[in-house]
C-alpha cells in the first residue's frame, strides 16, 4: 500500500511560506515555490532530503528567489505554467491549465488561477488531498489583484471551491490575522468566524503557523469565497447583486482597509 506524502510547512522571508513534499518510497521530494535558499536548504539537510524537483505558482520574486542556487546545487527539474514562462526561471517543464502531470508518484492536476498575477497556477494533488495556490486563495483572504481583472479572480476562486471540501489548503503567506480582522468587518456574527479568529490568535500567539487550512473552513468564513452568500451580499448592500459584484466589492475594501 503506497505511502501518503510527507509535506512540510516552511516558513521563508518575512511571512513566505514554501512546501516541502516527500515520497518515503521513492526517496524524491519537491518544493512548491523557493522563496529563500537559507531556510529551504536547511530543511533538506536537517532530513537527509535531495531536491528533486522545483514547482512554481507564479513569477513574483517572493515566490521565485531561490530557484536558481537550489537547482544549481540540488540540480532540481524546474516546473511551471506555459502561460508565465516568459518571466520564470528557465523551466524543465512547462504545465498548462487543465493538464495532469505525475510528480512523486501522484497525479497532480494544474489549475489556471490568474487574479493576482495572470498565469498563476495552483497544484492540485487529490491522492494528497492538497492544493497548492499561492497567492490566490489564500488563508482567510486572496491575493491583491496586480494583473488580473476581478472576474478573472473570482473564476479561479469558483474552481478552487469546487474541489473537496476536505482538501487542504496550501497558501503562500502568513497574512491570516490581517485577513480575519477584515473579514470580521463583512460577516461579525459569523459564528465559525468568530471561532477561527480566537483560534488564530492563539496559534500566533504560540508561534505557529495558520498555513495551511481546510477548503471547508475557507467556504465557511472567507469572505472572498462567500461572496454569492445572502448574509455577504447584505453586509455589503448588495442583496440584488451577482456573486462577482459582491466579489469586486470585498475586493474593493479589503484594497482600502
Not at 503567506?173 to 465559525?192: D, G, M, R, S
Not at 471561532?195 to 504560540?206: F, P
Request: proline content about 5%; charged content about 20%; some cysteine.
Amino acid at each position: 500500500m503506497a505511502m501518503p506524502l510527507e509535506i512540510v510547512t516552511l516558513p521563508c522571508r518575512t511571512d513566505n511560506y514554501a512546501f516541502l513534499l516527500h515520497n518515503e518510497q521513492t526517496g524524491e521530494t519537491a518544493l512548491v515555490d523557493a522563496p529563500e535558499t537559507a531556510a529551504i536548504e536547511t530543511a533538506l539537510d536537517s532530513r537527509g532530503w535531495t531536491l528533486d524537483y522545483i514547482l512554481l505558482t507564479h513569477h513574483h520574486t517572493d515566490h521565485i528567489e531561490a530557484v536558481n542556487p537550489l537547482k544549481a546545487r540540488y540540480r532540481s527539474k524546474v516546473i511551471g505554467a506555459s502561460a508565465d514562462a516568459h518571466r520564470l526561471p528557465d523551466l524543465d517543464q512547462q504545465v498548462a491549465a487543465g493538464e495532469t502531470t505525475t510528480l512523486l508518484g501522484e497525479e497532480v492536476h494544474i489549475i489556471d488561477v490568474s487574479g493576482h498575477t495572470i498565469g498563476h497556477i495552483a497544484f492540485h494533488i487529490p491522492g494528497a488531498n492538497a492544493v497548492f495556490t499561492a497567492d490566490s486563495l489564500m488563508a482567510f483572504g486572496c491575493g491583491r489583484l496586480f494583473e488580473g481583472t476581478h472576474e478573472q479572480a473570482w473564476t479561479s476562486l469558483c474552481a478552487l471551491a469546487t474541489l473537496p471540501e476536505e482538501t487542504i489548503v496550501y497558501s503562500g503567506h502568513e497574512y491570516t490575522q490581517a485577513n480575519a480582522k477584515f473579514a470580521l468587518t463583512i460577516e461579525a456574527e459569523n459564528p465559525a468566524l468568530i471561532q477561527r479568529v480566537a483560534d488564530i490568535d492563539e496559534a500566533r500567539a504560540q508561534g505557529r503557523p495558520t498555513v495551511p487550512s481546510a477548503l471547508a473552513l475557507e467556504l465557511a468564513t472567507n469572505p472572498f469565497l462567500r461572496a454569492g452568500e445572502p448574509s455577504v451580499k447584505a453586509a455589503v448592500g448588495m442583496e440584488d447583486q451577482d456573486a462577482l459584484a459582491v466579489f469586486t466589492e470585498v475586493r474593493r475594501r479589503k484594497d482600502n482597509f
